[in-house]
């Protein structure tokens, strides 16, 4: 392959890989990255196309999907909900109003062993949701949602009562 020809082919496709990888990503920057790796595979990989087992486009859109997914595995597992998410302090506070000491140590008992952990763990404990998460081997965003499920859980039970 001569330079002109990849040069035709980044005229072409960039946009609609571009476009394709911004209906995906949140941030442009990181979407012209994985543009540039997408374009950079086809550059390396141009002579081990076979027109016989796929158009161009088709190739071209299958090295993008897979850039993508690669770029999903690789940054799903640092991503982090935001720790200024506010917590639902309302139903902390009517929970803890509401019923009596032993209702709702009655009312923990039902949830499951670890939603169980993390209020106790950040109730009587006070031990901050960050180090929770570590000692958990969890992520924070994910003791932060199971907490939230508790509390509802333990609102859904006194609430019954």
Request: aromatic share 8%.
């Amino acid at each position: 392959m001569n330079p002109s020809d990849f040069e035709q082919i980044y005229a072409t496709y960039s946009r609609k890989v571009m476009g394709y990888i911004m209906a995906r990503v949140q941030r442009r920057a990181d979407a012209e990255d994985l543009c540039a790796d997408v374009f950079e595979k086809i550059l390396r990989k141009i002579d081990d196309y076979d027109t016989e087992k796929a158009a161009l486009n088709t190739w071209i859109y299958a090295i993008t999907r897979n850039t993508l997914i690669d770029y999903f595995r690789r940054t799903r597992p640092t991503e982090e909900l935001d720790e200024n998410i506010p917590a639902d302090t309302a139903i902390d506070a009517s929970l803890l109003k509401k019923e009596m000491l032993s209702d709702l140590a009655r009312s923990l008992r039902t949830l499951p062993q670890e939603q169980q952990d993390i209020v106790v763990l950040l109730y009587y404990d006070r031990i901050p949701m960050t180090e929770i998460a570590q000692m958990m081997h969890l992520s924070y965003g994910m003791v932060k949602l199971r907490h939230q499920k508790a509390l509802a859980a333990l609102k859904k039970c006194l609430d019954a009562k």
